[in-house]
């Protein structure tokens, strides 16, 4: 990626982090057998590339949203009072408030007999994949890319035989955006070697545009019934990796059982918590972050709340979730406070920058500069540490406005933290759900 790497810190070349104007993307790989290509919505490699303009200040309000109903979603559940219903059979009726759906990242799945090829949004925090349906009673469907899914031309398509009726889902995102439907059945295929017949997904058929662009809908790759981990399982194992693309004008992947244990290399594992069940999101236990060769310690920073149920391995449980849709990893104020400190002491001879609203306060003029020293940044989880590729270190808006890539959480109280996508950058990380573990290495995507 243009860099040399030293012991605690990182030698940046900054054309590295400037995206090409075109799509970059490889002619061969393990998505092009085994899994998806997995883009940035925004960028050159993305069908939606015209959807909207680049706005980091749209792009941030979104993601303060999402973290703002995840963090209060989660308080409550801790606390005993759970925010979505309980764990449901498939079939029944579904209200549940999901975070805003500004996700970065898009796969291209195939649904129906013959195929139709649908753009969606991959969120590791949602436990249901839908698409919008036609017909759309009163208009119901916003603008997408692709053409609408239509069941009555597709000769797979079936209702799902529930045990009770209506079996309907109601979603509604933080940024007011919702999708109404109902449950329907289809084959599902994932690249050029994968068909799941009888595959059950939303038929949305009252759906708000706020947050989903002109993509089709979701790929649900939460914990939960009608995710399509659990749908997957008897070919897949449940597990699948995925690796984020360093720039906008590269493509990562998206890999799934056989495929993401050949091609994704993780060095080094750790627990999945089985905190909070009926709760989509992944949870984990960092217990600490290094910056350079300094380790801030959670346990002398944060006061956790007792979790309802943490690793044996654990004295203590802080709330931490990996999350594809976050943008900006978040921090218990306390945390950020010492790891910016740290950061600007590192960078103090460079010239500093307006910073970047509402998140990210912390940034640095680099215009002038074709190599810049970065300190190396280690996330230490319960038995594993993994060290942040530079690209998952800082934000660059322009060469003139380079940030870090953290915020605080707005309540002083909130010991919520949430690994966002910027972090995950160029790193190979698989999600082995049924031995309860993630994994990480060094990816081979944006290369």
């Known amino acids: 990626m243009g860099l040399s790497e030293h012991q605690y810190h990182h030698v940046l070349d900054m054309k590295s982090l400037v995206p090409a104007t075109t799509c970059v993307t490889p002619s061969t790989g393990p998505a092009q057998q085994y899994g998806l290509p997995l883009v940035h919505r925004r960028g050159p490699c993305s069908p939606l590339h015209q959807d909207q303009p680049h706005n980091p200040s749209m792009i941030f309000l979104r993601d303060k949203a999402r973290y703002q109903l995840i963090a209060s979603s989660i308080a409550s559940s801790w606390h005993g009072h759970n925010v979505n219903p309980p764990p449901r059979e498939q079939g029944e009726d579904m209200t549940v408030p999901v975070p805003g759906m500004e996700g970065d990242f898009l796969v291209t799945v195939g649904l129906g007999s013959p195929t139709r090829s649908l753009t969606l949004i991959l969120d590791t925090g949602c436990d249901l994949t839908w698409t919008q349906c036609i017909p759309c009673p009163d208009a119901g469907c916003y603008k997408q890319e692709d053409p609408y899914y ?3 031309k597709s000769s797979t398509y079936s209702d799902p035989q529930f045990y009770h009726s209506p079996s309907t889902y109601k979603i509604f995102y933080e940024d007011k955006s919702y999708s109404y439907g109902y449950y329907a059945r289809d084959t599902l295929t994932l690249g050029p070697n994968y068909k799941f017949p009888n595959f059950v997904f939303g038929c949305g058929q009252n759906n708000s545009s706020n947050g989903f662009g002109s993509t089709a809908g979701i790929l649900g790759l939460g914990k939960g019934t009608h995710t399509l981990v ?36 993780p060095e080094m594992f750790t627990p999945l918590v089985s905190a909070l069940p009926a709760r989509p999101q992944y949870f984990v236990n960092l217990l600490s972050i290094t910056i350079e060769d300094q380790t801030l310690s ?5 006061k956790p709340n007792p979790s309802p149920s943490s690793s044996p391995s654990s004295s203590s449980s802080y709330k931490t979730i990996i999350d594809s849709g976050t943008t900006i990893t978040r921090l218990p104020q306390s945390v950020y406070a010492v790891l910016c400190s740290a950061f600007q002491n590192y960078m103090w001879g460079y010239p500093e920058a307006p910073e970047l609203p509402p998140l990210l306060d912390t940034c640095y003029d680099l215009e002038d500069y074709e190599d810049v020293k970065l300190p190396r940044i280690v ?12 690209s998952g270190i800082i934000w660059r808006e322009s060469n003139s406005q380079v940030c870090l890539a953290f915020s605080g959480n707005t309540d002083q109280k909130d010991d919520l933290i949430i690994i966002g996508s910027t972090q995950q950058s160029k790193l190979d990380i698989l999600y082995d759900v049924k031995s309860k573990r993630v994994g990480f290495g060094r990816g081979s995507c944006g290369v």
């Open 150 to 152: 239509e069941p009555s």
């Open 230 to 265: 659990s749908q997957t399982a008897y070919k897949f194992n449940q597990i699948f990796c995925y690796c984020i693309p360093p720039t906008f004008s590269t493509n990562g992947y998206l890999l799934f059982g056989l495929g993401a244990r050949k091609y994704c290399h």
């Open 298 to 302: 959670f346990t002398n920073l944060i």
């Open 379 to 390: 996330l230490n989880f319960e038995q594993a540490n993994v060290t942040l590729d530079p």
